[in-house]
């Protein structure tokens, strides 16, 4: 709440979407007194892909930028976004970096995305190219092609997307600085039901990009397959060593600008 609206990009509506819990947002929204606050509250229990749909039909904007609860953005996110999809009018979905944290706020490193609409498209037949947390698009493009849809297994909503997105010809793009801080920590869908989120990713995969696949991409393929065999403690160390990095990579000047890398 607070990193969002401490934002320095300060002409936005911020959507709190929530399902009946024991802890209710009204008390928390209460100490702030912000009209730019809009509190949508659900009378029953919905899912994650009705509450991104239900945010995205209720929003003003032209532009939605994602964010979870556990996370926290940098001052400056809403601000370099903008100014992406001002100056990039063929950008239909940008996100970031990110910075990894634990459950207590402290730095753990880093997870690197590809920049360019190239470099995202042929990266999205292997993995998810794009962090659902750190992005923002356009809204119009997003629910003219159907909104969020994918549910059948946890956390691949936006891996869904991204994919039916590019079939209709979208492109995408990730600023090079991490605008997010991703909180990791025990007991998270992050850390848990890996297994069902890998049957998810599997399934987006055969469905999409099945026959568009490079041997690098199948070989991956065919290592997540491996992954189902493995205790998730196991599968979530291995992430953790191949995904997240102690820096980021040394980018060059044309990298800085993601409209210019591109050529």
Same mark, same amino acid.
């Given at each position: 709440?607070? $990193?969002?609206?401490?934002?320095?990009?300060?002409?936005?509506?911020?959507?709190?979407?929530? +399902?009946?819990? &024991?802890?209710?947002? !009204?008390?928390?929204?209460? +100490?702030?007194? +912000?009209? %730019?606050?809009?509190?949508?509250?659900?009378?029953?229990?919905?899912?994650?892909?009705?509450?991104?749909?239900?945010?995205?039909?209720?929003?003003?904007?032209?532009?939605?930028?994602?964010?979870?609860?556990?996370?926290?953005?940098?001052?400056?996110?809403?601000?370099?976004?903008?100014?992406?999809?001002? #100056?990039?009018?063929?950008?239909?979905?940008?996100?970031?970096?990110? %910075?990894?944290?634990?459950?207590?706020?402290?730095?753990?490193?880093?997870?690197?995305?590809?920049?360019?609409?190239?470099?995202?498209?042929?990266?999205?037949?292997?993995?998810? &190219?794009?962090?659902?947390?750190?992005?923002?698009?356009? %809204?119009?493009?997003? !629910?003219? !092609?159907?909104?969020?849809?994918?549910?059948?297994? &946890?956390?691949?909503? +936006?891996? #869904?997307?991204? $994919?039916?997105?590019?079939?209709?010809?979208?492109?995408? !793009?990730?600023?090079?600085?991490?605008?997010?801080?991703?909180?990791?920590? &025990?007991?998270?869908?992050?850390?848990?039901?890996?297994?069902?989120?890998?049957?998810?990713?599997? #399934?987006?995969?055969?469905?999409?990009?099945?026959?568009?696949?490079?041997?690098?991409?199948?070989? %991956?393929?065919?290592?997540?397959?491996?992954?189902?065999?493995?205790?998730?403690?196991?599968?979530?160390?291995?992430?953790?060593?191949?995904?997240?990095?102690? #820096?980021?990579?040394?980018? $060059?000047?044309?990298?800085? $600008?993601?409209?210019?890398?591109?050529?």
């Amino acid at each position: 709440m607070e $990193s969002i609206l401490g934002q320095s990009y300060a002409d936005f509506e911020l959507l709190v979407v929530e +399902d009946p819990s &024991p802890n209710l947002a !009204a008390t928390t929204l209460a +100490d702030y007194l +912000d009209p %730019r606050i809009r509190h949508i509250r659900n009378p029953e229990r919905t899912g994650l892909v009705d509450q991104l749909n239900q945010g995205l039909a209720v929003a003003r904007g032209e532009l939605v930028a994602r964010m979870d609860a556990d996370d926290v953005s940098e001052p400056d996110r809403l601000e370099l976004q903008c100014s992406l999809f001002a #100056e990039r009018r063929d950008i239909a979905v940008a996100g970031s970096q990110l %910075r990894i944290i634990d459950w207590r706020g402290k730095h753990c490193g880093y997870r690197a995305y590809p920049l360019t609409p190239q470099a995202i498209r042929m990266a999205l037949p292997r993995y998810n &190219p794009l962090a659902h947390p750190s992005v923002m698009y356009r %809204r119009e493009i997003v !629910a003219a !092609a159907g909104g969020y849809r994918y549910r059948k297994y &946890p956390a691949n909503e +936006d891996y #869904e997307l991204w $994919s039916r997105l590019a079939v209709q010809g979208q492109r995408f !793009a990730n600023d090079p600085r991490p605008l997010l801080r991703y909180r990791i920590h &025990p007991g998270a869908m992050k850390a848990t039901r890996l297994h069902g989120i890998i049957r998810g990713t599997l #399934e987006v995969k055969q469905h999409y990009w099945r026959d568009k696949m490079s041997l690098a991409d199948r070989v %991956r393929l065919a290592g997540e397959r491996c992954l189902l065999a493995m205790p998730p403690r196991i599968v979530m160390e291995l992430f953790k060593r191949t995904a997240y990095r102690s #820096e980021l990579p040394a980018l $060059s000047v044309n990298d800085r $600008s993601i409209e210019t890398s591109d050529s």
